[in-house]
């Protein structure tokens, strides 16, 4: 009787691997699973411990120093989901560069201000100088 009430729960969210446009649909599964499994997710660091179980690429990059130091991050869900937001949209913003970049070109405009252009969206990204002036 016991186990079938702290049974887990069957369907989980997808793992998250930073891609900009599954953020939000990511963070409504964590928080319907929360919600509607609170027996098995009782506290802040079981909560936690369900996003890390699901991230992949650079979000699990971004997660690990906080396991393997056991900062205090882990037992605060509402801090730690701050902070996933922040790492999220900082993610987001480089998606947006990358495609931005990647659809850029002069046209119309002075070469000058392409250069100008092409620099302010360069320091966005963390591409290496080979790959910044292929895509030039």
């Keep these: 009787m016991f186990g079938s009430i702290l049974k887990e729960p069957q369907i989980l969210p997808k793992t998250f691997d930073?891609?900009?446009?599954?953020?939000?649909?990511?963070?409504n599964q964590i928080c319907l699973i929360i919600q509607l499994h609170q027996h098995c997710y009782l506290n802040d660091r079981t909560q936690v411990g369900l996003i890390g179980t699901l991230l992949l690429g650079t979000t699990i990059t971004w997660f690990t120093p906080f396991l393997k130091c056991q900062f205090p991050l882990l037992k605060n869900f509402e801090a730690f989901f701050k902070e996933f937001v922040i790492f999220s949209r900082d993610s987001n913003k480089k998606c947006t560069t990358r495609n931005k970049l990647q659809a850029f070109h002069q046209g119309t405009h002075l070469a000058s201000m392409y250069v100008f252009e092409f620099k302010q969206l360069a320091c966005d990204i963390s591409w290496d100088k080979v790959v910044l002036m292929s895509q030039f």
Excluded at 18 to 27: A, L, N, R, V
């Design 18 to 27: 930073d891609t900009c446009s599954k953020f939000c649909g990511f963070i």
